[in-house]
């Protein structure tokens, strides 16, 4: 079970800046360490509001860019790795519309293709987090095993103690999500196939207004790197 974070960036002012911010959080990680593999994904607009994830997740918070970090044995800790990543993005992110999931990376189905879908997770206000992790490390998970043609999915649930150390580190603002899903595809057309089927979606989006808040969560769909 790795350690994991993810990042997810606001504040981008278009495509190019999102990429950008990408870039010089790829390249800030790669500077401090060889042992963490980051991987990631500004927003292309693949999912729009044609989909019913799209759709109920419209009104979340503006991300343009999400960034997968897991450490790898040896890796130094998460906040030496991220400590004054906010200042690496004067100019294209604005820190404080920035947030970080940090916490343990959870493999429900193997593989990890181009195409990233990363959610923003905030769970239903009615719920404690640890009876939203309980259903989504369960429940949940077992319908994500269910998928037909999924190719890659995985849950990085919270831990708050290293979250308390990360956060300040990077200098991110937002600290209050409840964890972060990533899906992957081989292609934009294998993803709008499993999405699209009723029979999949309907499920997933029945049991999901179980335990999410959609209107407070957010979805980053892009080609990683």
Do not use: N
Not at 28 to 52: K, N
Not at 61 to 85: I, K, M, Y
Not at 119 to 145: K, N, Q, Y
């Amino acid at each position: 079970m790795l350690t994991s974070v993810v990042l997810f960036i606001g504040g981008s002012s278009g495509a190019a800046q999102s990429e950008e911010a990408v870039d010089r959080v790829l390249e800030h990680v790669r500077s401090r360490s060889g042992a963490v593999v980051a991987r990631g994904a500004a927003d292309a607009g693949l999912l729009g509001g044609d989909t019913t994830h799209g759709a109920e997740t419209a009104a979340g918070p503006a991300f343009t860019a999400a960034v997968h970090l897991s450490f790898e044995d040896g890796a130094p800790e998460p906040e030496l790795v991220l400590q004054g990543l906010a200042k690496t993005l004067d100019g294209v992110a604005d820190p404080s519309a920035c947030a970080v999931v940090a916490g343990t990376e959870h493999i429900i189905v193997p593989g990890q293709q181009q195409l990233l879908l990363a959610m923003a997770i905030r769970r239903l206000p009615e719920l404690t987090h640890e009876r939203f992790e309980e259903h989504w490390s369960t429940v949940h998970a077992d319908l994500g095993r269910s998928v037909p043609g999924s190719e890659g999915y995985r849950q990085v649930r919270t831990d708050d103690a290293l979250i308390r150390r990360v956060a300040p580190a990077s200098g991110f603002g937002l600290v209050d999500l409840d964890g972060a899903a990533l899906a992957y595809y081989s292609s934009h057309e294998a993803m709008l196939r499993i999405l699209g089927d009723p029979d999949v979606s309907g499920r997933l989006m029945e049991d999901e207004r179980t335990f999410i808040d959609h209107s407070s969560s957010a979805l980053v769909c892009g080609w990683s790197r």
